[in-house]
């Protein structure tokens, strides 16, 4: 860092942004050790977050088609507008690129917001909720099972992964343990096997350290 020069400096500035790198610190040295140690940190999570986003994905999807009894559970459910038009956009994504709309493709085009939104108070009253909490979360203890404490812990997940996805600072989340714990709990309480994978390639405690 000392033998850096001030048009290295300057370059890094422009392409990083000093405003970006304003919240990182009080001096460039500091902001920017800080800020590769926030990309540090997002690199760790990233792993128990790809393997929640895919597991509690296909979970509901195979919940949602055994409750529809194997018709498509897109155009069955009560949904309301704003899941029906993300629907929609799915199927215009995967047309645009001359694939054909088929029942995976649009499960895997779907964003996480979509599926979090299922478990919100939006669809308290629809059967479909109760079954699907019962049923994805099998591993949860039910008295953890309430759908107040699963549609909180869905929502911090979004919130952290949206954030590392948009490479947005986390380092100065004080419970970033308990958002890391949450993660690879709601796995575990949806696939055992697959907190076993996470978990086996979990870095965040060394990161952390």
């Excluded at 907190?195 to 870095?203: G, M």
């Amino acid at each position: 860092m000392e033998d850096m020069t001030k048009e290295s400096k300057n370059e890094i500035l422009f392409f990083i942004s000093s405003e970006r790198l304003e919240s990182y610190g009080i001096d460039f040295e500091e902001q920017l050790e800080n800020y590769k140690h926030n990309i540090a940190l997002c690199k760790s999570l990233y792993t128990s977050l790809c393997y929640f986003e895919i597991c509690f994905r296909n979970a509901i999807d195979s919940v949602l088609t055994l409750y529809c009894k194997g018709e498509e559970w897109f155009d069955r459910l009560p949904l309301n507008v704003e899941s029906k038009r993300k629907i929609m956009d799915a199927k215009a994504v995967i047309h645009s690129k001359n694939h054909p709309v088929t029942h995976d493709r649009i499960v895997s085009e779907l964003s996480l917001g979509f599926w979090t939104a299922l478990f919100s108070k939006k669809y308290a009253q629809c059967a479909f909720q109760g079954y699907m909490t019962a049923q994805v979360f099998k591993n949860c203890p039910k008295s953890k099972r309430s759908i107040k404490n699963i549609q909180k812990s869905v929502d911090e997940i979004r919130e952290l992964r949206n954030r590392i996805y948009h490479y947005e600072k986390i380092s100065h989340f004080h419970n970033l343990q308990m958002r890391h714990d949450n993660i690879l709990e709601c796995i575990k309480f949806i696939s055992t096997e697959i907190y076993s994978l996470a978990l086996s390639s979990d870095t965040f405690s060394e990161v952390t350290k």
